[in-house]
């Protein structure tokens, strides 16, 4: 079965310092992959996707992702965390080729910057 | 451009009770999807649409209804209402092909006493 995992269901971090969240995934065939962030009482934002080609993403707000293949992980980093960054992030994956497929999405894992 | 609306923001109903939740997308998107939000569940797909007049179950599609009659409105209709489905409901859409991204709507926060 196709399935999204994010291990950890909260991070706190301290304002300044680098922040990882994780997402691994387990899909028969070649993925992409996406982090969406949802803060307080929204919807959820489209933060950075990969698709093909170089394994480091970058998106808004200042945060990346690194594909690992042979890991199968898409974890979401940032060198230095604000306050502002604390929300719920969310890891989703859909596969290749299938112009129909839907998004698997993770649990969620919440993120407290704490200053 | 007002992106991604839903309406109402929030609603109570009783068990037993019907009502359509409205979804409307200005962004001429071909691809919209109901999905309800439960504490540490994420989002679980309840219907999509690929098109006007194509519809389809996603994961958790019992007790919903959808139509697409028009690209721009994808309603949700709860038939009979009852506390299990009590959630918050976002409404999603994108333009064509899974590698692009999905725009949300802000959601409807919905109790069912």
């Known amino acids: 079965a196709q399935s999204v995992a994010q291990p950890e269901d909260q991070v706190n971090v301290a304002e300044g310092n680098p922040l990882t969240v994780k997402c691994t995934y387990s899909?028969?065939?070649?993925?992409?992959l996406f982090w969406y962030v949802q803060y307080p009482n929204r919807g959820l934002q489209f933060l950075l996707k990969y698709i093909t080609g170089d394994n480091l993403v970058k998106g808004s707000y200042g945060f990346e992702a690194e594909f690992n293949k042979s890991q199968t992980s898409f974890h979401l980093k940032k060198p230095s965390a604000l306050v502002s960054d604390s929300a719920l992030y969310f890891c989703a994956v859909t596969l290749r080729g299938d112009s129909n497929y839907q998004l698997i999405w993770g649990a969620g894992t919440k993120l407290i910057i704490k200053p | 451009n007002a992106g991604v609306t839903q309406t109402p923001k929030f609603q109570v109903l009783k068990t037993g009770q019907s009502m359509t939740l409205q979804c409307a997308q200005d962004m001429n998107h071909e691809y919209m999807s109901w999905y309800r939000q439960d504490p540490g569940m994420g989002l679980r797909l309840i219907h999509y649409s690929v098109g006007a007049g194509i519809t389809d179950q996603g994961e958790v599609p019992n007790g919903y209804n959808v139509s697409r009659s028009t690209t721009e409105d994808f309603p949700l209709r709860l038939l009979s209402a009852a506390p299990s489905q009590t959630s918050v409901y976002f409404c999603?859409?994108?333009?064509?092909?899974?590698?692009?991204?999905?725009?949300f709507g802000p959601g409807t926060r919905l109790t069912v006493l």
């Open positions: 899909v028969s065939g070649n993925p992409y």
């Open positions: 999603a859409s994108r333009p064509g092909q899974t590698y692009n991204e999905q725009f």
